[in-house]
């Protein structure tokens, strides 16, 4: 079984400063792939970054990176120059291979960025 | 981007009545998805499918049936509602190209459900 774990139920962060968002995941699948979304008081899900569990460098996407230690089993997410529409529920995710292929979501962290 | 589109965007409805959420993609997606998700926590899954004609019930355990007769619709029906079905409901697709773990989901706007 896999399991994703987001410690932080709240953070708080000033407009402008950057912020990273923990997450530990725990799979005994050799190939993963991790997710981050980022949920709106609105409701949708939106996709933000993607990193394979092979990939040899940390993804990137415009002010979002992730920062991945496979030895840790850690995939935190990194906001920089946070901007007021950051405020939002913030998930990790991960999905496996075969009977653990189906996406798997943590808790979920609220993020609120302060002017 | 995947246009998908959930409706009703809210529901409030008395207990015991049959409802009928509704969910469309117009991108031609052969995975569709239902997640559950309570105020504040995490998303479960109740029900996919990877083609028309093809249903499977997720993770978390729910009385709602799914199905899948056309290829951009997957509407999710509750026979008998009760205040526990109370929750979001999330609808997601996504096309199955490219290798299995990085598969990205698209997800509609949720319909909010409240059975009094």
């Known amino acids: 079984a896999q399991k994703i774990t987001q410690t932080q139920p709240g953070m708080f962060v000033q407009e402008k400063e950057a912020v990273t968002l923990d997450c530990t995941y725990d799979t005994s699948d050799p190939s993963y792939g991790l997710f981050w979304y980022k949920q709106p008081s609105s409701g949708e899900m939106i996709f933000l970054i993607y990193?394979?569990?092979?990939?040899?460098q940390n993804a990137t996407e415009g002010r979002y990176s992730l920062n991945f230690q496979k030895a840790r089993k850690s995939a935190n997410l990194v906001i920089s120059a946070s901007q007021l529409g950051d405020s939002a529920m913030y998930f990790c995710a991960m999905r496996g291979l075969g009977s653990a292929r189906q996406l798997t979501f943590g808790s979920g962290t609220q993020l609120t960025v302060l002017p | 981007e995947a246009d998908i589109y959930q409706t009703p965007r809210y529901l409030v409805i008395g207990t015991g009545k049959k409802i009928t959420l509704e969910c469309s993609q117009t991108?031609?997606?052969?995975?569709m998805y239902w997640y559950q998700q309570d105020p504040g926590m995490e998303l479960h899954l109740i029900h996919y499918?990877?083609?028309?004609?093809?249903?499977e019930k997720g993770d978390l355990s729910s009385e709602s049936t799914v199905s899948r007769i056309r290829t951009e619709h997957f509407p999710l029906t509750l026979e008998s509602a009760r205040p526990s079905h109370t929750s979001q409901y999330l609808c997601?697709?996504?096309?199955?190209?490219?290798?299995?773990?990085?598969?990205?989901?698209?997800f509609g706007s949720g319909t909010q459900l409240s059975v009094l």
């Open positions: 990193q394979g569990s092979y990939d040899q």
């Open positions: 997601a697709s996504s096309d199955t190209t490219g290798a299995a773990t990085n598969e990205k989901l698209f």
């Open positions: 499918s990877y083609g028309v004609n093809s249903t």
């Open positions: 991108m031609g997606h052969d995975k």
